[in-house]
């Protein structure tokens, strides 16, 4: 079991940039990956972005490549996600899940936080 907190969020105007922290907490690691996904109004929660904690191997969703980058840092057992040119379209609540696999898809994530709010607006 491992309790997963995400902080970061906020509202800012397209084109600016979010750092997103997923921080863990629990006395046993027993999982491999660190994904995040989030989910906007009227949509399907979509996988953004996962990362081996065990070695650091990263996956993306096209849409975000070259703008999201994930990353770790073990020591603080903490996740980010630094989000660069913002789109309005990447309005969501994002969520950050403990899996199994490198992974995109939901079902493969047992542990949730509770979600932060990033909102792009003008």
């Known amino acids: 079991q491992v309790r997963l907190v995400e902080s970061g969020g906020g509202l800012v105007q397209p084109g600016s940039s979010l750092r997103l922290s997923c921080a863990a907490s629990?006395?046993?690691?027993?999982?491999?990956?660190i994904g995040w996904f989030r989910q906007a109004p009227g949509k399907e929660r979509e996988g953004v972005a996962c990362?081996?904690?065990?070695?650091?191997?990263?996956l993306y969703e096209d849409s975000v490549k070259g703008r999201f980058t994930i990353s770790r840092d073990n020591a603080k057992k903490t996740v980010y996600l630094q989000m660069n040119s913002l789109k309005p379209e990447d309005t969501a609540v994002y969520y950050c899940?403990?899996?199994?696999?490198?992974?995109?898809?939901?079902?493969?994530?047992?542990?949730w936080g509770p979600g932060t709010q990033v909102t792009i607006s003008s």
């Open positions: 629990g006395f046993v690691v027993d999982y491999y990956s």
């Open positions: 990362i081996s904690i065990v070695d650091g191997i990263t």
């Open positions: 899940a403990a899996g199994g696999i490198l992974s995109l898809l939901t079902a493969d994530f047992g542990s």
